[in-house]
Structures are given as structure tokens and as C-alpha cells.
Nanobody, 120 residues
Framework: QVQLVESGGGLVQAGRSLRLSCAAS????????MGWYRQAPGKQRELVAR???????NYGDSVKGRFTISRDNAKNTVYLQMNSLKPEDTAVYYC??????????????WGQGTQVTVSS
């Protein structure tokens, strides 16, 4: 099973930057796509960014041009660089990973979430 541990959230002023990290650990055959989602109070969870094992990326429309997702496959870690933050980026950010377990079954893992608060 995969465990995901996020770090890097916090309180920041609008226009500043934050970098989130998410490290995967546990027993698995491979980590495949990894990504970040967010959920603001009273809203549905939405895609922020995803990255494939080969580095192909896709972003939610609201963060294109401001956020950058990257990963280090050797460390099983995914990063989210968030620039030009806006108050509407305030949310709990969740890390997600698709993986194959040691029986080669395809599974999905979520982190516990990290709070990002952007003040105006």
C-alpha cells in the first residue's frame, strides 16, 4: 500500500509563492500518474495539476501559467510550485497517486491534505 505525505502548505499573502511536496512511501510495484487536487469550503474537489510518469502534464484552467507540477521519480515525490497566488487559491490541497501494488493491481492513494491560505 502507498502512503502519501504532503508538506509545504501555509499562510501567504496574495502575489507570493508556495511550494508543496508530496512523498510516496510503502510497498508497491510502481507509481504512475501523480497529481494535486484542491477543495475549498463549500466547493467540490477540483483538479489542480497532474503529471504522468514520463512528465506529461495537465492543469486546471484557473492555475494555468501560475502553477507548475514536477516530479522526482527516484524519490517518488511530486511537487507543486505555486506562483502569483490569489485569495481564490485558498483551499486544502490533496496529493493523489495511481499505482500498482505488489500484486500488480491498480490502486489509488490520497494524502491527508495540506491547508493553503492566501490573504488579500
Amino acid at each position: 500500500q502507498v502512503q502519501l505525505v504532503e508538506s509545504g502548505g501555509g499562510l501567504v499573502q496574495a502575489g507570493r509563492s508556495l511550494r508543496l511536496s508530496c512523498a510516496a512511501s510503502g510497498t508497491f510495484f510502481s507509481i504512475n500518474g501523480m497529481g494535486w487536487y484542491r477543495q475549498a469550503p463549500g466547493k467540490q474537489r477540483e483538479l489542480v495539476a497532474r503529471i504522468t510518469i514520463r512528465g506529461s502534464t495537465n492543469y486546471g484552467d484557473s492555475v494555468k501559467g501560475r502553477f507548475t507540477i514536477s516530479r522526482d521519480n527516484a524519490k517518488n515525490t511530486v511537487y507543486l510550485q505555486m506562483n502569483s497566488l490569489k485569495p481564490e487559491d485558498t483551499a486544502v490541497y490533496y496529493c493523489n497517486a495511481g499505482y500498482q501494488d505488489d500484486l500488480l493491481l491498480v490502486r489509488d492513494a490520497w494524502g491527508q491534505g495540506t491547508q493553503v491560505t492566501v490573504s488579500s
